[in-house]
């Protein structure tokens, strides 16, 4: 056997199920071999000797090895039903908000799967005494190397982080502002992203490079809060709103949740090198929704529950965060788009424009002149949308397309068009602009105009009114003209059509 020069304490390696206690107490790793579970005093790779570190270490209760080992070879078809039952001995929630915390839990045990890239957030919000502590503990203390954390020290969150890649439970009265006070904002924000690392500079003395040091920080995370979360640590999260149903529930203890543990570690060996199919993006959720749910629906794909549960879930998440999108800045400007959109009918064509100037004055209705914004506070607001915005004849204007705007109305909560249309379908070109049909189908071959913006439409209008005045010329000589300066304008915009 090969002889290393030193030991090295580690608590996490690729194929580590976890750390376990054998028969007699002592500390033992798990590991998966050739689909097998074996107990090992410490683990030997080609370059390193990996050992033990102390009980001490361990502010979590271990798993017993032997029972690990005998639920493995087992299968154990009620662990989803079992662990329902613990949960709701210690709070009460709604059956969907059951089903989000219960996949939570399994989460956790393969967070680390290399198929899974995210791991957002498991808020519980609410005012106090609603029984978010007690509902947080109960899942800690099943969940994966679950820790329960009253303060914020940047210090022990990097330690547990990289060392145990444990589950963190931050119950505290408002995780926001005492995370901006400890300079910790930044991990509670990369938390959720595998591979997120934060930098911190520990040895000034060393000169560069050698003087920073950067912290693995990703891994499953479960917030308490009383206060509402920063609008950006929100995006993270799976918001479980505590309902208030007083009750003569349990108090939750590490022991209860003893057994369970054994048996998700023992479905985390299973699970480890699980093959997940590629998965399309469900309607009604995208963006960084997905991207934290995603992992939720790879668990449900190793359980014997129904998608559907977890997608009605999930969608009334989604409605939720549409709904409080509404009530922000952003918010309010998508829907003085809507209603200067609606009102102007400017989602026939396929590209249109919304001037700043009228955007401004229906935001500053009802304020008092101390309190309005200027054009340029609303054009900032916008490019930070990744909105276009263009300055055209000294005004500045908003440039949408039906795929734009379809977007936009659903990224904050309004749907799409009233009018019922498919948000990425467009409108019959032929029903457009009846006022100039007779004119264009009086010759013997009727001719179709289609016009890409309103302003083609109003310079069509007016070539169209100086060309019956001057007279002397057929319809269809007029039409021509008039579509004539249609691409003049079109070639001097530099349009995209």
């Not at 030991?7 to 580590?16: K, V």
């Not at 009383?226 to 007083?246: G, K, W, Y």
């Not at 396929?350 to 914004?373: L, T």
């Amino acid at each position: 056997m090969e002889s290393f020069n030193d030991n090295t304490l580690s608590a996490y390696f690729p194929g580590l199920v976890d750390v376990c206690v054998d028969d007699d107490g002592q500390l033992v790793y798990l590991v998966s071999k050739n689909g097998a579970l074996v107990i090992e005093r410490e683990h030997i790779t080609e370059t390193e000797c990996y050992c033990i570190p102390e009980k001490k270490h361990f502010p979590f209760t271990l798993p017993r090895a032997s029972e690990v080992i005998r639920y493995y070879s087992i299968d154990d078809a009620s662990l989803y039903d079992d662990l329902l039952a613990y949960l709701k001995r210690f709070s009460a929630l709604d059956d969907e908000q059951w089903a989000i915390v219960a996949h939570y839990v399994f989460l956790t045990y393969i967070h680390d799967h290399p198929g899974i890239d995210y791991c957002g957030y498991l808020l519980f919000h609410a005012v106090p005494e609603r029984g978010k502590s007690r509902t947080g503990k109960s899942v800690t203390y099943v969940a994966f190397r679950g820790i329960h954390l009253v303060e914020l020290r940047e210090a022990t969150i990097f330690r547990y982080s990289q060392n145990l890649r444990g589950t963190l439970f931050f119950d505290l009265q408002d995780i926001s502002k005492k995370a901006e006070r400890a300079g910790c904002d930044d991990i509670l924000l990369l938390r959720a992203e595998k591979g997120a690392k934060c930098c911190r500079v520990q040895y000034p003395d060393q000169g560069a490079f050698n003087d920073t040091v950067f912290y693995e920080i990703y891994g499953p995370t479960i917030i308490a809060s009383n206060e509402q979360l920063h609008n950006i640590l929100e995006t993270r999260c799976l918001p479980i709103i505590m309902p208030n149903r007083p009750g003569n529930y349990e108090n939750p203890r590490p022991e209860l949740g003893l057994e369970l543990k054994e048996r998700l570690t023992a479905w985390r060996a299973r699970n480890m090198n699980a093959r997940f199919e590629n998965m399309e993006t469900l309607e009604g959720i995208s963006g960084r929704l997905w991207d934290i749910t995603k992992p939720l629906f790879f668990v449900n794909s190793l359980l014997p529950v129904d998608h559907g549960v977890l997608r009605d879930s999930i969608m009334a998440i989604a409605g939720e965060k549409h709904e409080s999108r509404k009530d922000t800045l952003e918010g309010r400007l998508v829907a003085i788009i809507k209603e200067i959109t609606d009102e102007n009918g400017f989602d026939q064509y396929v590209e249109w424009s919304v001037r700043i100037s009228n955007i401004r004055k229906i935001f500053n209705e009802g304020k008092p002149e101390d309190r309005h914004v200027s054009p340029q506070w609303i054009g900032k607001r916008l490019k930070s949308m990744s909105l276009r915005t263009r300055m055209i004849h000294g005004h500045s204007e908003l440039r949408l397309t039906p795929e734009e705007y379809a977007t936009l109305l659903e990224q904050y909560g309004h749907g799409g068009r009233e009018s019922g249309m498919p948000a990425n379908s467009l409108p019959n070109k032929e029903a457009q602009y009846q006022e100039h049909k007779g004119e264009v189908e009086s010759g013997r071959e009727s001719a179709k105009i289609v016009f890409n913006h309103p302003d083609e439409c109003q310079i069509f209008s007016k070539a169209m009114e100086g060309l019956n005045w001057e007279g002397g010329k057929t319809d269809q000589e007029k039409i021509r003209l008039a579509m004539q300066a249609v691409e003049d304008w079109r070639k001097l915009e530099d349009a995209p059509f």
